[in-house]
C-alpha cells in the first residue's frame, strides 16, 4: 500500500490544521489507520487511529482536538486539528497499523510525510 | 506507559551497535523497531521482538526480556547511521507508544 499526505505547509496560530493521506495498492476499509508526527529534530508521537468500521481513539493529550476520519468512496484518510499553537509544528505521517491476533501491534507502512508549520 | 532509549549509540565500521529500550516488564510486551534516515520517514524494521522485516539484513536482530528491549547491528555499516526507535501497543490504555529514539552515529 501507498500512503501519500497532503494539505497545507503553513497554518496560522489558533486556526485548523486540515491533512489528507490519499491510499493506494490497497483497499481503505479493510485496515486500521493512524496519524504520527514528528516535531523537528525531536521524537515520534502517535496522535491516534481510525478502525476499518470507523471507532476511533486518540492521544488524550490531544484528545480534545482532533479528530481523525475516512473517507472511503475517495480512498482517503483525514486529520482536523483544532486551535494549532506553534507547538503543533511537525511533519505529520499517515500510517498503516497492522491488527493481528486480535490486537493492534506495529505501524507497517508511512507515507514520506507532510511538514505542517504553525506561524503568523 | 514509558519507553526509554539512550539518546545516542557510536560505533566503529565493522563494530556492533547495540540500542536499548527499557520498559516495566517490556519483555511481557510485543516490542517493534523502526529505523529513520536523515530526511526519510521511518521504516519498520523489527517486529515482534526479533523478526526482521522481508530485505532488512541479517545484521539487525531483536531480543526482549525482563525490562530492557534491545536492537542489535552486527558489522555496523555507514548507511546503518540513523535514528531507531522502539514501539509498543499499549494494551491499558489502548495507545501506540514510541521510545524517544536512538541516533547511531558510525564514527
Known amino acids: 500500500v501507498q500512503l501519500q499526505e497532503s494539505g497545507p505547509g503553513l497554518v496560522r496560530p489558533s486556526e485548523t490544521l486540515s491533512l489528507t493521506c490519499t491510499v493506494s495498492?490497497?483497499?481503505?476499509?479493510?485496515?486500521?489507520w493512524s496519524w504520527i508526527r514528528q516535531p523537528p529534530g525531536k521524537g515520534l508521537e502517535w496522535i491516534g487511529y481510525i478502525s476499518d468500521s470507523g471507532s476511533t481513539k486518540y492521544i488524550p493529550s490531544l484528545q480534545s482536538r482532533v479528530t481523525i476520519s475516512l473517507d472511503t468512496s475517495m480512498q482517503q484518510l483525514s486529520l482536523n486539528l483544532r486551535s494549532v499553537t506553534a507547538a503543533d509544528t511537525a511533519v505529520y505521517y499517515c500510517?498503516?497499523?497492522?491488527?493481528?491476533?486480535?490486537?493492534?501491534?506495529?505501524?507497517?507502512?508511512w507515507g514520506q510525510g507532510a511538514l505542517v508549520t504553525v506561524s503568523s | 506507559y514509558v519507553l526509554t532509549q539512550p539518546p545516542s549509540v557510536s560505533v566503529a565500521p565493522g563494530e556492533t551497535a547495540r540500542i536499548t529500550c527499557g520498559g516495566n516488564n517490556i519483555g511481557g510486551r510485543s516490542v517493534h523497531w523502526y529505523q529513520q534516515r536523515p530526511g526519510q520517514a521511518p521504516m519498520l524494521v523489527i517486529w515482534y521482538d526479533s523478526d526482521r522485516r522481508s530485505g532488512i539484513p541479517e545484521r539487525f536482530s531483536g531480543s526482549n526480556s525482563g525490562n530492557t528491549a534491545t536492537l542489535t547491528i552486527s558489522s555496523v555499516e555507514a548507511g546503518d547511521e540513523a535514528d531507531y526507535y522502539c514501539?509498543?501497543?499499549?494494551?491499558?490504555?489502548?495507545?501506540?507508544?514510541f521510545g524517544g529514539g536512538t541516533k547511531v552515529t558510525v564514527l
Open positions: 495498492g490497497g483497499s481503505i476499509s479493510s485496515s486500521y
Open positions: 514501539q509498543v501497543w499499549d494494551l491499558d490504555s489502548d495507545q501506540g507508544v
Open positions: 500510517v498503516t497499523l497492522s491488527y493481528e491476533f486480535g490486537e493492534l501491534t506495529y505501524f507497517e507502512s
